[in-house]
């Protein structure tokens, strides 16, 4: 049985993994400066994940939400702390389309309203409320099309108030990344999150903030949307939760009230994943990830500009793009297959650079070295 055609495959088989770097089944060394789409957070096969993992598999990996499991009540009490969102409430689910399907059924709930504002270039995920909000025609199936989402144009602060004086209230929330990835890593600014914030005070609407690749400790604060000196009522979470084991969750402000029955799921907050979670907070602690990321990313952005060839380098902490000029078209191709190192991109000509949050500077170093190459050989190919 064939699998269904629907990824554009590499013809790579990684058959291990330590730390930030992967190994072909040819035994090949490569750099993953992609994190596998941003999610490995601690590392490959990080020492401390595995035996957590080995440890819990070997008591009980899986039993449902029915009965009490400790594990999440752990959980939510680091994540309170690592957040400093200490009065929020915790609620798992498996992955972030579902987290972001989540915050807005929630949202929904809570006002009473059905509208949602997403913005131009937003990804939220592909279930159906999700890929509605997400603003890319070609994966928005006939039956996921509603007019309950309105697009507005990101970082607009001026089409955002005319929209909610005009439909004052029929929003119930309002979604964004405080970094756009799949968009092309293009920050929302300041002074864009702090307008979302107090519109949504002013009209009682929800504002969720889409934390699944720019968050988790990825950009030096544990939420991207931190740096703008704001908090929001919802925070989704996936990708680095469970450095690859499926996990993801939303973290609900005090004034949200719970009713039984009104979110729900079988596989959310199962006692391995739970295990996965705790590990990858743990790590994030001891090591200092995230100030890690704040560090090695500075480095990273500052040596990448001083690259004549790349254009708007950007980003922040361990969250950067840049854009590769037609002359340089083959770069990512090249960086994988003649200098093995992995790297992300965005259509149609930017690298994404999504690493562990444990990178190192001499291993970012092998990035600069393998650019510097592959553009001075086109350089005199030209
Ligand atoms: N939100 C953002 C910002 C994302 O980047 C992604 C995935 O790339 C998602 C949501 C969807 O996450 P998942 O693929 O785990 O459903």
């Known amino acids: 049985m064939p699998l269904f055609d629907v990824y554009p495959l590499t013809d790579i088989t990684i058959a291990k993994g330590d730390g930030a770097y992967v190994w072909d089944d040819a035994g090949t060394k490569y750099l993953d400066l992609y994190g596998g789409h941003a999610v490995i957070s601690i590392g490959h096969t990080h020492p401390h994940y595995v035996a957590r993992l080995k440890d819990q598999l070997s008591r009980i990996g899986f039993y449902s939400n029915s009965i009490r499991i400790p594990l999440q009540d752990e959980l939510a009490a680091k994540l309170c702390l690592v957040s400093g969102r200490e009065d929020y409430q915790l609620f798992l689910c498996n992955s972030g389309a579902e987290a972001n399907e989540n915050a807005m059924k929630l949202a929904s709930f ?15 995920g592909r279930t159906s409320l999700a ?60 002074e864009f999150l702090r307008a979302i914030r107090s519109l949504c005070d002013e009209y009682d609407a929800v504002f969720i903030a889409d934390s699944v690749q720019d968050g988790y400790g990825r950009t030096g604060k544990f939420f991207a949307h931190d740096h703008s000196g704001v908090h929001a009522d919802i925070y989704s979470m996936a990708k680095g939760m469970g450095n690859g084991f499926p996990i993801g969750g939303i973290l609900i ?3 949200i009230k719970p009713k039984h029955g009104m979110l729900g799921t079988t596989f959310g907050g199962n006692h391995l994943a739970c295990a996965a979670a705790l590990a990858v907070l743990e790590v994030m602690q001891i090591e200092g990830l995230m100030r890690n990321a704040a560090e090695v990313g500075a480095y990273m952005m500052e040596r990448l500009q001083q690259i004549p060839g ?3 380098v950007r980003g922040r902490g361990l969250m950067i793009g840049f854009d590769v000029p037609e002359a340089h078209k083959d770069l990512r191709q090249e960086l994988l297959l003649k200098h093995h190192i ?4 965005a259509k149609p000509s930017v690298i994404r650079l999504l690493p562990p949050l444990n990178l190192q500077r001499a291993d970012a170093d092998l ?4 650019i510097h190459a592959s553009i001075s050989a086109e350089a005199v190919l030209d």
């Open 131 to 190: 890929v509605a909000a997400t603003d890319n025609r070609s994966i928005i199936a006939p039956v996921n099309q509603t007019a309950n989402v309105v697009f507005l144009p990101f970082n607009d602060v001026t089409a955002l108030q005319e929209y909610f004086t005009k439909n004052a209230r029929e929003v119930a929330a309002v979604i964004t990344e405080a970094i756009q990835g799949v968009g092309g890593i293009h920050a929302a600014t300041d």
């Open 367 to 370: 990035l600069f070295t393998a």
């Open 310 to 312: 790349l254009e708007k």
């Open 253 to 255: 402000a005090p004034h």
């Open 110 to 124: 809570h006002t009473g309203r059905k509208q949602i504002i997403a913005f131009t270039k937003a990804f939220h």
């Open 342 to 345: 992995f790297t992300g991109e």
